[in-house]
């Protein structure tokens, strides 16, 4: 009753800021906002339009709204959006940061850099860690939430985030500087210096580059539970004075070249990521010399060509190649500095390529959009293992020689249709409509399609429905990982997984009241079926309350049922006056899984048991139904900001996440163990920002993040930052 209390207010609260002279049509300009300028959307139809005639649910962010937001990171940035949830958002930088949009999976929102699918072929689930984004260089982010895999392919089931880059500016020599340095909990800080440069020539051509620099003296990652324990026995605080914290370090570097004029667009780029991060060996679980170099070289290159003023022609291509060094050199594990005698390195590698043709063809009435494209993804690891607990024991795994890849290749088409290729009478009627054919490596074709109507209320108010299919291809390691049980004889990696398959519908409507108001609401629905999940083995025809360690058979992962999501968005923009501008939104959001032993393939489990790790049920000819969705609350959010004068801003900030579900590892699931869930309870931050413009290009901010100090837990056993308090200096030309 708390979360829809909470909710139900800030949604009254959103309504009511529509002030009461928009009921009346009046038309005034607000001259303060970033929409100032006609925004486009490339990411929802591979082609710029009008969002407010799209018929999705879009959101554009600007690179002047990311400043006035006072965000440090893109995770807040993104994380004030509707539908958007990101976890680690609020703990100590550097940590892992995973989006869940609309209810979906990480690793099923496709995160794109000028068109660019970024992932990361080493990692589990492929699923890319917001913590390694930057802020720098970007010019704006469109967010299209649903399902894009007829535009975008694999990953696209939740939505698409596409963050553009920044181009040419007016002829000059142009900069933009700034430092920040803040307080974010006792003995922890953070310092941030960006420094971004442009030149552009009256002739077209323009050179960006940027750098980009964060030293964070970190927060102790994991809740200290040990410490808690000794002071209720009175014992001494050692242990708590022994506990690692968890800094990070991040330099960005870039450079863009290109050409923008008259028929021509041209840019080449590069941008190499380099992180250093102290990580904890798990909830509750203090690590001291547990740390993660991360390294990632970035390459994008295209160039566009407009024929005529109907026909234009573009060429896409990015490649990017990732390093991840991970070391635990042996920690201390209790209060009398004891070493666990354990040494532990891995180094994972991974690399895509990507190449994508694309024609334009738009007249009256239609525009048309094919291409096609390929995808080569790869990954290797190297690891190594030692222990002297118990005597000398060493576990060396090299993947290399296996040379893990794969190759997609697909071709689409999207068309886009209003009534006025008949007749203007007609222009209130549009559709959507596209298809997709992907070629992957392994589990061959598969067709994904989009149908998308939409309906002209008014001049500004549009009614819109969508129906698409999406598809998410396994990760190289859930298709590959080659560790085995010494008994099982079973890979950890399946090649016979099938992708994910998803369908999704959405209902909404948007209006732009007048210059002041525009709002927007939506309901989806998504079902994915053929889940890929963890599971444990273990000897068929056994009873699962008798079975023992010796009857284990491994691990692996398979497909397994299916997901639901469903939920419902409502945001608003409004201008109560010319100084006093709000926004919000709300989201609510359910889902259930439905496991289904019928859909598991023998062949790779050979007939043995199974056992979800997700929560320990064995699936023993019965299906397994779970409600909820891990670590996916409702949401709300709340931006007021006024400006009393020209040169002075203050932005007010209210965000609210509703309770959800989280999970722990539990012993007593089976003689392994396996996951449990618990519930953590709902919160609200409140944050206040202040810009000051001192005289022309040179502007002070402050912000106070968490200013309540606000008790929370975004992942159960882990660490929030409590009042944060930044200040920066920004200068421009």
Known sequence: MKKEKTLSTLALCLAACLPISTLWGQQTVDTSKAQEIKEVVIAASRTERDPDNVGRSITVISSEQIKASGANTLAEVLSQQEGIYIVGTGQTPGQLQ???????????????????????????????????????????????????????????????????????????????????AGSIGPKASLFTENLFLNYSHKSGFYVNAEIFHNHTNGLDATVDSITDQMKVFGQTKYMHDNRGRNDFNKTDALAKLGYKKDKWDIFASYKREHQQTNIDAGAFTDDRAYTVDFVRNLITYGAAYKINPHFTVSYLGGMTDLKRVAVDDSSVVDSSGAYNHNYFKGNYKGSTLTNELQANYRIKGMNLVAGGSAFNEQMSADTYFFSSTYGKYELKQNLDSLKISVNTLSEFIHLDLDGSLFSDKWDVLALSLGLRNTQHQLFGNNVTYEINPSLKVSGNALLFASWSTGFNAPSLYQLY?????????????????????????????????????????????????????????????????????????????????????????????????????????????????????????????????????????????SKVESYGLVRRPSTANLGITYKPMKTLSVRLDVRYAGPRSDVYYNSALGPNGAQSNLGLGDYTLVDLSVRYTIFKGLKVGIRLENMFDEKYSEIYGYTTMGRSFYANLNYSF
Do not use: C
């Not at 990692?123 to 975008?152: C, H, K, P, W």
């Not at 985030?161 to 920040?180: L, R």
């Not at 099982?488 to 016979?496: A, D, E, H, M």
């Open 98 to 180: 995973n989006l869940f949009m609309r209810g979906a999976n990480s690793n099923q929102t496709a995160i794109l850099i000028d068109g660019i699918r970024m992932t990361d072929p080493s990692a589990t689930d492929n699923a890319i860690d917001f913590s390694e984004i930057s802020l720098t260089n970007i010019d704006r982010i469109e967010i299209v939430r649903g399902s894009q895999s007829t535009l975008y392919g694999s990953s696209a089931i939740g939505g698409v985030i596409n963050i553009i880059t920044k181009k040419g500016m007016s002829p000059g020599i142009h900069a933009d500087a700034t430092v920040t």
């Open 481 to 621: 990982a080659p560790d085995q049980y010494l008994t099982g004889g079973i890979t950890r990696g399946n090649p016979l997984l099938k992708p994910e398959t998803s369908n999704s519908m959405e209902f909404g409507f948007k209006q732009k009241v007048n210059e002041r108001v525009s709002f927007h609401f939506s309901y989806f629905k998504t079902v994915v079926e053929n889940s890929i999940d963890y599971v444990y083995l273990w000897t068929k025809n056994k009873p699962a309350d008798s079975l023992t360690f010796s009857d284990y058979k491994g691990d692996t992962y398979v497909n397994i049922g299916k997901q639901t999501n469903q939920g419902f968005e409502f945001g608003v923009n409004t201008s109560i006056t010319d100084r006093l501008f709000v926004s919000g939104n709300v989201s609510l959001i359910n889902g259930r899984l439905d496991y289904d032993p019928s859909l598991i393939s023998t062949a790779h489990t050979q007939g043995n048991q199974v056992q979800l790790f997700a929560n320990g049920a064995f699936l023993n000819g």
